[in-house]
């Protein structure tokens, strides 16, 4: 049986940086009323699994992390499965003979298939050619990561959600320090908002510094 595994609560649409991935977006979310197969990919932190997860919370699609997972079998069941991090099958016969009959199934069902990984498949050596073919020939798309607007936009949000307010100097504090990676991110703001409760202190520049041993 196919296992379900569960989602950050955190990694939504709204907390999701589109910035220059309108394109791949509206693709990834589009309703399943056809065959369509997508290959996301960018370096890691780039928002790849975020975005799978977000897809997952708002359609009811599958999300299935292949770094642990030996196979993609058993998933045929779903409409729209999404696999993560697809590059920890490929090279690998079993696994990949297992795609291939995914694929054949999301093909036949007019069902939908979106993976990620860190290259696109032109980059990466495949053990069946025929499985090597279909998935060159998906839709292809590289996540741009955001930039620092974008990333502070939803740090603030998320701080409101959370029930504190996050000033513009902290904001740019926590991403020269961290970058734009947005699962970092996330969860140093939920350390800070711990340890901010814990200590009953406001969320400084110093207090942040104090946080991460600075």
């Known amino acids: 049986m196919p296992l379900a595994f569960a989602l950050r609560e955190r990694f939504t649409v709204d907390r999701f940086l589109v910035g220059g991935n309108t394109e791949l977006v509206e693709s990834v979310f589009r309703p399943v009323d056809d065959f369509f197969c997508a290959w996301v990919w960018g370096r890691s932190g780039a928002g790849k699994s975020h975005l799978l997860q977000a897809v997952?919370?708002?359609?009811?699609?599958?999300?299935?992390?292949?770094?642990?997972?030996?196979?993609a079998d058993g998933y045929e069941v779903f409409d729209r499965v999404l696999i993560d991090d697809?590059?920890?099958?490929?090279?690998?016969?079993?696994?990949?003979?297992?795609?291939?009959?995914?694929y054949h199934n999301r093909f036949e069902r007019g069902h939908a298939l979106v993976v990620t990984a860190r290259k696109p498949p032109a980059q990466l050596c495949f053990a069946l050619p025929d499985l090597a073919?279909?998935?060159?020939?998906?839709a292809c798309f590289e996540l741009s990561p955001p930039n620092d607007e974008a990333a502070a936009a939803v740090?603030?949000?998320?701080?409101r959600d959370r029930g504190f307010d996050l000033d513009e100097s902290v904001v740019s504090f926590l991403l020269r320090r961290t970058g734009r990676d947005l699962k970092d991110l996330l969860g140093l703001l939920e350390t800070i908002d711990?340890?901010?409760?814990?200590?009953?202190r406001r969320v400084t520049v110093p207090f942040v510094k104090q946080v991460l041993g600075l």
């Open 155 to 159: 740090l603030q949000r998320v701080a």
């Open 194 to 200: 711990v340890e901010s409760l814990s200590t009953k």
């Open 133 to 138: 073919s279909r998935l060159r020939s998906a």
């Open 86 to 102: 697809i590059h920890a099958w490929i090279g690998d016969r079993r696994p990949e003979e297992s795609l291939l009959r995914l």
């Open 56 to 71: 997952s919370h708002e359609t009811g699609g599958t999300f299935v992390p292949a770094t642990e997972l030996p196979t």
